[in-house]
């Protein structure tokens, strides 16, 4: 299952991120290289990031209940606009903070066991790359696995800035290390508005698009006894999980019974297509059944 999938990848993340802060923070008290300690208080942002979309996760998989009808899918929204709001506020604008000063600095530091500090670059590169390299492979991925996807892209750009930064050192310019996290903040911050609108148009109710509007449509159209549908709608609900309402009308002469059979059959036929919706709710238009009959609405459960 899917989100089986993105939790156990969460999971490991979190593991090798407390793995990696850990070797960034020894080699920073060794060597003294700032970029070291920088790239330690990012990843131990990221720690904090990676916990709260896994708690994110863990609660989106709540059924449905009398408060939130439709579950709790909505969770991992809600985890990747915090994260999101974590890339801007705090590593974007300290990398910033801590960049932009050194390019007027005029005394240079000093620096020592420059290559255990390029040494340990090297070796969080490769462990950021594993979870990073099973997300690339999954196919489809909730919002709290692509924001986690996004931090650890950013975790190599920033690892690589820093690697470059520590050997501008050897090559005697100290202008690469700031140069490089300027580009580093820029790109995080831009991929954090992204993920920041992607994930607020999902909060306000996005639509699947309309080409999944005609395909529901189209389906329903094609049960013996529907003559018109109209009013189709459709919202997700969480990460791959969709809610639809459509109207259908059948004859004015229609049993209600039948009406009924009819609207059955209607729901049958969109869950087993590949629109696939978690919800659907079908509705007999008021005035197109039998004189004295009212509205019938065939409210459908959830699978």
Excluded at 139 to 165: H, T, W
Aim: with cysteine; net charge negative; proline share 4%.
């Amino acid at each position: 299952m899917q989100e089986s999938k993105d939790l156990s990848g969460l999971r490991l993340t979190l593991i090798l991120y407390v793995v990696i802060f850990v070797l960034k923070l020894v080699a920073y008290l060794s060597t003294g290289v700032i970029a070291l300690l920088a790239e330690a208080l990012h990843t131990l942002s990221d720690i904090f990031v990676a916990g709260f979309l896994l708690v994110a996760l863990l609660y989106s998989r709540r059924k449905a209940d009398t408060t939130h009808m439709f579950g709790y899918g909505r969770a991992q929204n809600v985890g990747a606009l915090v994260a999101a709001t974590l890339f801007i506020s705090f590593t974007s604008f300290e990398l910033y903070s801590e960049a932009i000063p050194r390019l007027f600095e005029s005394e240079h530091a000093t620096y020592q066991n420059l290559p255990l500090a390029v040494g340990v670059l090297v070796v969080s590169m490769v462990i950021a790359a594993a979870p990073l390299v099973t997300l690339l492979r999954q196919k489809q991925r909730g919002a709290a696995a692509k924001a986690q996807m996004m931090e650890l892209i950013n975790d190599e750009l920033g690892l690589l800035a820093a690697l470059l930064g520590t050997l501008s050192i050897t090559w005697g310019f100290s202008l690469g290390d700031p140069l490089a996290a300027i580009v580093v903040a820029t790109i995080i911050a831009v991929n954090a508005v992204g993920l920041f609108r992607e994930n607020l148009s999902m909060l306000l109710g996005r639509s699947p698009g309309a080409g999944y509007i005609a395909e529901v449509k189209q389906i329903a159209l094609g049960v013996p006894g529907v003559l018109e549908v109209h009013n189709v709608q459709a919202e997700y609900i969480g990460p791959e999980r969709v809610h639809v309402i459509l109207h259908i009308r059948v004859d004015p002469q229609m049993p209600v019974i039948e009406a009924n059979r009819i609207a059955e059959l209607v729901e049958k036929r969109v869950y087993r297509t590949e629109t696939n919706p978690d919800f659907c709710t079908v509705h007999v238009d008021p005035g197109t059944l039998e004189a004295g009959d009212n509205q019938n609405n065939h409210d459908l459960s959830p699978r």
